[in-house]
Every structure is written in C-alpha cells, then in structure tokens.
C-alpha cells in the first residue's frame, strides 16, 4: 500500500474506518439497487451477490482492513478472536433475548390502551410467509452471519473501544450512534427516506448506548454484539410495531419507552455505562 497513505490511516483510524465503510456501502448499495426492477434493473442481476456483499460487510471489511494496517497481524488476530468470545454471563444472553421483545410488547401494549388493535404476530415487511419455525430460524441465521456479523465487527468491534478509549462511554455512544444511524441511509435503502425512516433514525441513535453497556460488560464480545443486533432485528419480526410503516402514536411510543430505558440505565451506572468493566465481563 501507498507509503503516504498508510501513515495516514494509522494517524486518523477513525475518519479512515467511517470513510471507508460509507465508501464501501454506498458503492455495494448503489450497485445493487441498480439491479432492482424499482430502477429499471439499470445493471444486470447477477451483480446482486457481489454487491449486497459490500453493502452488508462495508463496516466489517473496513475494520479488517483498517485494524490490519495501524496494528498489524496481532491487533486483526485479536479483533476476529472477539468473533468467538461468547463465554460471558449467561444473564447477558437472557437480556438480549428478552428485551427487545419486552420493548415491542410494551409498545403493543400501550398503544393498545389508546384504542389501538392487536398486531398480527410472527408477520413482518419484507419477511417471506410460510412455517413460522422455518422463517425464525432463517431470519436468526441471516440476521447473525450478515447484519450481526457484517455490522458489529466494525460498529462495536472496532469503533466502539476506540471512542470509549477518548471519551465516556455515553459520548462514545451517541458519536457512534449518529453515524452507525446516517450510515443506513444508503441507496438500496431508499425507503427510509420518510417519516418512518427518521423514528428509525432515532431509535438507532437511543438504542446505541444500551449496546455499549452490553458490550462493556461482556469483555467487549462481538459475538455477543451480533447476537443482540439479531435479537433487536428478530423482535420486528415476532412481536411487529411496523417501525417504518407504523403511525405517528405508535412511532411516539416506542421513542417513549426507549428514553425511559435509557434514563435508567444512566441513572444507574452513569455515563460511563460500565466502561471499567470492559476487560472484566462484570455485572
């Protein structure tokens, strides 16, 4: 690689990092919305795979490829190593399980105190219909080898403990979560460009801290990361609130909840979101 830039990468990893994976979604996007009948399949359809590959694993090759040239061999060893760490607290597995559906069910709930009718359950946008069995575990495989696994190595693998490393875990959070947010504003993802795709906005942004804690307390894990973008993602799909479609009520409350989960959180452990305990996997 290029004396020059090289040393630049390794004097500013974090602009290198968000540059290359924007570059590198924004291209892989760009290119398969262009395959889409929605833009007259402009480029044809074989070119699909290619580049749902960069779309997906834009922040995951940008951190391999950033982490391999500032730290060597050594520093990319130990990123993919924190792919398999999932011994941690089996309480942090029955949290990221069960939250995101408590916080959809609560959503359902209030909603339906104001009049609103019962969601259909196991049903989601997007999502094929047929055994709901079958469908489950095809969205977890997909949702931990692709959106987990594509996302979490850049996003909490490697962005996360360099921000936590500068600043508290809070600031580190909301930094993260205003750009992880702006990042899925890409081509392909044309449909979030709507009201609906500003609650989704906000809902990453508000989400983002409750990550850090996880993350901080399960010896920064990226396994466990990827598991919990999976379980967020699945929820949609067993307990839907339609964050895209939904109505102005329900998109309201569903902020709601989350700035009160997220009150607590800080009330509790302070800015910080258990920062010290990073190396430790604490409780």
Known sequence: MNTLLSETIKKHPLAAFFILAFSLTWIGSTIYYLTMPIAGQALPPLLRTPSGIFWYYGPCLSAIIV????GGTDSLRSLLKRLLNWRVNWKWYVFIVLYPLALHLAVIYLHRLLGSPAPIFFQA???PQGNIWLVLIGLVVFQVLVRGIGEETGWRGFVLPALQSRWNGLTASLILGLLWG??????ANHALLSVGGIFIFINIFLTTPIYTWVFNHTKGSIFVAAMFHMTLNVAEFMVPIGMLEAGLTRNLLQIATLLVTL???????GQQLGKDRIGTGGV
């Open 182 to 187: 702006l990042w899925h504003f890409h081509p």
């Open 67 to 70: 982490t391999r040239i500032t």
């Open 125 to 127: 946008e997007g999502v």
């Open 263 to 269: 009150t607590v959180l800080l009330l509790i452990l």
